[in-house]
């Protein structure tokens, strides 16, 4: 990042030169990601440094963008500069800026694009929104059955430089029926007149077009595929999904994930490209839920008023309680959220998790209960001195240890409760088809906290504190 830093005023002093022949020189042997900081940080001349590429790293530097700059750029460009640009791009990054750009924007790059690309680009954009078929290129390499090897490389040669991806070739029936796949390694350690048939493997992994594209991401990671096959269907062929699209589609999900568990309405714009008022309608309905769901607590505490009067200290230990359950609800529902997102967990396997959270909950409850009536008797008793009488007097150890145990015994139920909850709730949000990390915050938050107080007054009562 210090380079890219150093970088973009070496180009800053190189533009009030104009000194655009180094800037040239400069530029093109950066990599694409780097080359849009670049030239994002002068927005003013972002034309002007995007012109001075050659036409391929223009056209990948321009894929890196945020959307907003491609936006600008789209319009800074001539119509013939624009379709030079569009014939570098592969389909599925092109279907990724349609998607974000404007209508006349749009209508801009479909008239600049050939007929058969237009047809490709509807066709994608027809497919759901988060289906395999929505991030598939349909840019690959695809082998007869019956031909050699040495044929295979001709082709390769011949129509490789316009697919996304060479390694994996897929072996087809003229109808694009799918019978295999081969991969360069293969072809390049094959004799030449082997023919395909012979060298292709039939052990395919695969995805239909409609299939959630959350599961194409994670079967790619599961197998270290470089490119998944999409068919319809039929069986056909109709595109591929290579490796840095499903990594695209995981950190979109991580990050989808991680705003629900926050209580966000997750979107679609990077922070600092977020308007205010879209990150105050995304936030707000959740706060007024949460606040709402506070009502709970708040009579919960209203209907043991006048029995907390009895012994007023018990107040001071409800923000303790409330926050541990809180927060051993959340430790449980994060782990359970990510195992079930990656697979890891399944639905049957609820009963085996609930008996491993139990025996957690309890080693991490009488820990943090010993360690509760270790600091209520050596510092809230004798350094805070918060035990008093209504005279002002302190209270003798006799009269601390059973508030002590109280609310200590609280604190291992509640532990146990919590985690119990934030392991079973993620689980089943995921068995009624609803999205589990809905669950990690904004439920579990709300039950959490009306278990722990209704176990805390059910003790004090029972040791005769209120």
Avoid at 185 to 200: F, G, H, P, R, Y
Avoid at 396 to 417: E, K
Wanted: aromatic fraction near 6%.
């Amino acid at each position: 990042m210090e380079n890219i830093k150093e970088l973009i005023d070496t180009i800053s002093e190189l533009l009030e030169e104009h000194n655009y022949k180094e800037i040239r020189s400069t530029l093109k042997d950066l990599e694409p990601a780097d080359l849009s900081l670049v030239l994002e940080s002068s927005p003013k001349k972002l034309a002007t440094l995007f012109r001075l590429l050659p036409k391929d790293l223009a056209a990948e530097c321009f894929v890196e963008m945020e959307s907003e700059n491609q936006e600008v750029l789209l319009s800074s460009l001539t119509d013939n500069e624009l379709k030079l640009v569009m014939e570098e791009l592969y389909i599925d990054d092109t279907v990724d800026i349609i998607e974000e750009m404007p209508a006349n924007v749009v209508k801009r790059i479909l008239s600049n694009s050939d007929a058969e690309t237009r047809k490709t680009i509807n066709e994608i954009l027809n497919y759901p929104e988060d289906s395999a078929g929505s991030i598939m290129t349909t840019e690959y390499v695809s082998l007869d059955e019956d031909i050699t090897v040495a044929d295979a490389l001709k082709r390769i040669r011949r129509t490789g430089v316009d697919k996304e991806t060479i390694y994996t070739c897929y072996v087809t029936k003229p109808d694009r029926t799918l019978l295999g796949y081969v991969t360069a390694k293969q072809l390049l350690l094959a004799d030449e007149d082997t023919v395909i048939s012979d060298i292709m493997d039939t052990n395919i992994i695969f995805a239909i077009t409609n299939v959630d594209k959350e599961i194409v991401a994670l079967e790619m990671s599961k197998y270290d595929l470089l490119a998944l096959p999409i068919v319809d269907k039929e069986n056909r062929l109709v595109g591929i999904v290579t490796v840095d699209d499903a990594i695209d589609v995981m950190e979109e999900e991580a990050t989808e994930d991680i705003e629900k568990m926050a209580a966000i309405t997750p979107s679609d714009k990077p922070y600092l490209l977020t308007s205010v008022f879209t990150i105050w309608k995304n936030r707000i309905p959740w706060l007024i839920i949460l606040m709402l769901s506070a009502t709970f607590t708040s009579t919960i505490i209203s209907s043991f008023e006048e029995k907390l009067v009895a012994c007023l200290v018990l107040n001071a230990f409800i923000p303790m309680i409330m926050g541990s359950g809180g927060n051993a609800g959340g430790q449980t529902s994060v782990t359970i959220i990510r195992g079930l997102a990656i697979d890891e967990i399944k639905l049957g396997d609820i009963f085996k998790i609930l008996f491993k959270e139990l025996r957690v909950s309890i080693l991490c409850g009488a820990t943090l209960s010993i360690t509760t009536f270790a600091k209520i008797i050596l510092i809230d008793h004798y350094l805070l001195k918060i035990f008093v009488d209504d005279s002002g007097a302190i209270l003798n150890l006799d009269s601390v240890i059973p508030i002590a145990l109280a609310i200590s015994l609280t604190v291992l139920l509640t532990i146990i409760s919590s985690k119990l909850v934030g392991c079973l709730l993620p689980i089943l949000a995921k068995r009624i088809k609803l999205d589990p990390a809905v669950m990690a915050s904004p439920l579990i938050t709300t039950i959490v906290d009306v278990l722990s107080l209704l176990i805390y007054f059910g003790i004090a009562s029972a040791f005769m504190l209120i």
